[in-house]
């Protein structure tokens, strides 16, 4: 047997793993989109395009269907007890990671490999991609603070806020969720339905 | 080239890697065994000797189950970046059982403010830092040994050492205890408080009928007097709150007409308030920020993406640019400089121009014509 925070690291780690694969390949697709001539064309090849493309959505799937895991895995190693900030920003950035991720898997999904044609879409999914990792690393950062007092975010410019904690109360968060979920019900259904941009 | 390049810079970030080591950042206040019970400190395949020197300052003679305070000053030894020190209070160095209270003492505050037996304290630039644990003796009379262990760091540490330093043991006999002698109750710890909370300070004693208090801050000379209430055995002593990074520290005596007894310094234990949000608000949170991401991203997507009626670009000036077909031989569409410079003005018919290719008159518009021709 093994505990809950042993089992916990393991799935961070995939979660982390995946995603990291999954933002390189995106931004890479998004540069290739946009700066044709970025490393002598050779990022922008269709070979590399399409290869990079396959790669960032396997390793985004897989990466959402752990963060679940993940998260759950976490909150029992805590003892399903949040007792300071960190802890609590953990949560919320998980929630913003998984908001992040959701939308770029979606958003490939409905609109197909084409995407990386546009340089619009191609730029927000790169943006997408980008924010995605970047809360997926804060929230890896929290667990490292946690259990070892340090992390790589220490030596780095960027330090999101994660000591002190918004704590919004539980009404104003479910009005919030049913605002989300309305808002993605009048996107995906009543909205104007997204075509799948085909590659020429 | 460019592989090899690859390759170096792989390797570099390996080796970044391996100057990490693994609790740099200290595993907090506890209750442990010596070195942790086999931690990289007590490993001799990891660690190695400290290179720095600790004092301990504690009376050679107690009395049972009354207050002595056990000094500790460590200096001189290499630190990691955070300059985190370890130290340990021992009664034995086993590796199990270790613990001041599995031989009868009792710890009725650690230099933290808590009641553990290893606490971690930054030290300062000067390198020395003295700790003070205030313990109750134990019950039972004998001679009983205290051992202080130090782990530490090092920075540079190409090695990866972890630092160790055990003193030697520190006797104190411990005497039986002059019968109506008045102290601090046995189980009796100092209360925790938050930061703000100015609640009188509960003390509770044995074989006392009057108690006084001193309180001051931390490098503070002169301390005051607080007013203390209480009858029996419980005491109400009326401390400021603490606030900030300040720390209060105060004084008990115990008298009951034998004997006065002024007991060690103690320190107002300081907690930051207790954290406000819970498990489930931070479930929610985190799913509300998810689904409302989510969905304005979706939204963003469905905006600028091509869909079924949404306003298409007008693009037949372009369409037709490359569609058109060219003019027949001859056909070609002039340039109006070209037209205007072959018409031949004409002194005949004033306000007309004759134009040789078409043979037609053509109005002048910098002279129009007067009247009907």
């Known amino acids: 047997m093994f505990g809950a925070a042993t089992f916990h690291a393991a799935m961070a780690e995939i979660v982390v793993g995946s995603m990291v694969l999954a933002s390189l390949c995106a931004l890479g697709c998004a540069a290739g989109s946009i700066f044709p001539n970025l490393l002598g064309a050779r990022l922008a090849s269709e070979r590399m395009m399409l290869t990079m493309d396959k790669a960032s959505i396997a390793g985004a799937c897989l990466g959402l269907a752990f963060i679940p895991i993940a998260a759950l895995s976490g909150s029992f190693a805590a003892d399903n007890t949040v007792t300071n900030g960190l802890l609590y920003n953990k949560f919320v950035y998980t929630g913003l990671a998984t908001g992040f991720w959701a939308a770029f898997v979606i958003g490939r999904i409905r609109l197909g490999p084409g995407l990386w044609e546009h340089r619009s879409l191609s730029a927000l999914q790169g943006v997408t991609a980008a924010m995605a990792i970047l809360m997926t690393t804060m929230v890896s950062s929290i667990g490292g603070k946690l259990v070892r007092g340090e992390s790589l975010f220490d030596i780095m410019p960027i330090w999101l806020p994660s000591d002190s904690a918004t704590v919004l109360n539980p009404i104003v968060s479910i009005v919030l969720m049913l605002i989300g979920t309305g808002s993605l019900f009048a996107v995906l259904k009543l909205g104007p339905k997204a075509e799948r941009i085909e590659t020429d | ?373």
């Not at chain 2, 003070?132 to 130090?150: D, I, K, R």
């Not at chain 2, 419980?234 to 008990?252: C, H, M, N, S």
């Not at chain 2, 991401?293 to 007008?314: C, H, I, M, N, Y």
């Not at chain 2, 372009?318 to 077909?325: G, H, I, S, W």
Request: with cysteine; charged share 15%; net charge negative.
């Open chain 2, 1 to 373: 080239m460019r592989s090899r390049a690859a390759i170096i810079t792989v390797i570099a970030i390996l080796l970044a890697a391996g100057a990490s080591m693994a609790n740099p950042g200290g595993n907090g206040d506890a209750d442990r065994d010596y070195t942790c019970g086999g931690s990289c400190h007590g490993d001799p395949a990891l660690s190695t000797p400290s290179d720095g020197t600790v004092s301990v300052s504690v009376d050679n003679m107690a009395f049972t189950g009354t207050a002595t305070a056990v000094h500790v000053t460590a200096s001189g030894m290499s630190l990691s970046g955070n300059r985190l020190l370890g130290v340990f209070l021992l009664g034995s160095i086993d590796g199990n059982g270790d613990h001041p209270e599995d031989h009868g003492w009792s710890i009725v505050q650690d230099p933290n403010g808590g009641s553990r037996n290893y606490v971690e304290v930054v030290v300062p630039p000067s390198g020395s830092v003295t700790l003070t644990w205030v313990m109750l003796a134990p019950q039972t009379t004998g001679s009983v040994n205290l051992f202080v262990e130090t782990h530490h760091g090092s920075n540079p540490n190409s090695n990866n050492w972890a630092y160790s330093g055990l003193t030697r043991g520190y006797t104190v006999d411990v005497q039986p205890v002059p019968e109506n002698l008045p102290g601090f109750a046995f189980d009796w710890k100092p209360e925790t408080r938050v930061t703000g909370d100015d609640n009188p300070t509960v003390i509770r004693t044995t074989n006392t009928t009057s108690v006084s208090v001193q309180w001051m801050l931390e490098n503070e000379w002169i301390p005051h007097d607080a007013v203390v209430t209480g009858e029996g055995d419980e005491w109400l002593a009326q401390i400021p709150a603490t606030i900030g990074d300040t720390r209060i520290q105060y004084q008990v005596t115990t008298s009951n007409g034998d004997f006065s007894i002024t007991q060690p310094w103690l320190t107002v234990a300081t907690q930051p308030a207790p954290f406000d949000g819970d498990i489930w608000d931070a479930r929610l949170q985190g799913l509300a920020l998810a689904l409302l991401v989510t969905a304005f991203l979706l939204s963003l997507q469905a905006r600028l993406s091509p869909w079924k009626g949404g306003p298409a670009e007008d693009m037949t000036s372009e369409v037709e640019a490359e569609t058109a077909p060219p003019e027949p031989p001859g056909l070609e569409p002039e340039e109006p400089d070209e037209y205007w410079s072959r018409l031949v003005p004409s002194e005949d018919n004033p306000g007309w121009l004759w134009d040789p290719v078409e043979e037609d008159w053509v109005a002048d518009p910098q002279n129009p014509p007067v009247g009907d021709e």
